[in-house]
């Protein structure tokens, strides 16, 4: 999938999540559940970090492009020394490690335990992180023609105020995990939703996507998960723009409006 089409189906999954937590009677306050829907659309791109083209290797410049080479380096040496004699051979890492659901635990893990352990302004870069990401994915024509200095911008004065009302008691920063010392343990969450749901958006692609790794298949450890050939599609076709978007668009409404017990 494109990169508009991948946060939007992040976005819709956790406005998803959102209504499962109201119908189990854990409803989210609102601000987790925007802040959770922005984070979640923003980490749908974060698979990409292993393709130079990606949208996510333009969102801050030459630091993510950087970043992006030496992921693809990383992935595709992880590729080289764990593959079965059945799996494909390869030029680069894209579609590897970065799209499996051992990364996406990992990621999401690993965000969780900074937020804990770095206090605010961890949060705020987490936050801000995101945000960028989210603007790219979500208003990605606007972001193309403007500066990256204004995403940025709008990036940090999101992060900034989305912190300071998630700070406020009963506003979420303790949701779902409410020990002391808890508070933004949950940011995790959409991380990892938001790399699961880019995996399976790109299983659903003619390449499929080897989410399973390192479970072997068959005779392959990096199997290209996906569904029968005939309905798989190209990245950028008429079923994406035309059907899967759309789609992700209402199904997010409807998630959302059950999530804030309106419908």
């Not at 399973?212 to 068959?218: E, F, K, Q, R, S």
Request: charged share 15%.
């Amino acid at each position: 999938m494109m990169g508009p089409a991948h946060s939007l189906s992040g976005a819709a999954a956790w406005l998803g999540v959102g209504a499962a937590a109201a119908a189990a009677d854990r409803t989210m306050p609102w601000p987790v559940l925007v802040a959770g829907a922005l984070i979640c659309a923003g980490a749908a791109l974060a698979p990409d970090l292993d393709h130079k083209s990606a949208t996510i290797s333009r969102a801050f410049g030459p630091v993510s492009k950087a970043m992006c080479g030496i992921v693809d380096k990383m992935s595709f040496a992880v590729y080289k020394a764990t593959k079965k004699p059945a799996d494909a051979r390869r030029t680069g890492g894209h579609r590897t490690l970065t799209h499996t659901w051992l990364w996406a635990v990992a990621i999401g893990g690993g965000a969780s335990a900074i937020a804990i352990l770095g206090g605010r302004w961890a949060v705020l870069a987490l936050l801000f992180i995101h945000m960028v990401l989210a603007v790219e994915g979500l208003l990605w024509r606007a972001a193309r023609v403007s500066s990256d200095v204004l995403v940025w911008l709008l990036g940090a004065t999101s992060a900034w105020i989305l912190a300071g009302v998630l700070d406020k008691p009963g506003n979420g920063s303790d949701w779902l995990f409410t020990g002391p010392g808890q508070e933004y343990l949950w940011l995790g969450l959409p991380i990892v939703l938001g790399a699961l749901v880019h995996d399976i958006g790109d299983a659903l692609t003619v390449s499929g996507c080897p989410i399973l790794w390192p479970i072997p298949v068959g005779r392959k450890r990096w199997y290209p998960i996906g569904p029968p050939k005939a309905l798989r599609f190209r990245a950028g076709s008429w079923v994406e723009l035309k059907v899967l978007m759309p789609l992700f668009m209402l199904l997010g409404g409807v998630g959302g409006a059950a999530a804030l017990n309106v419908i």
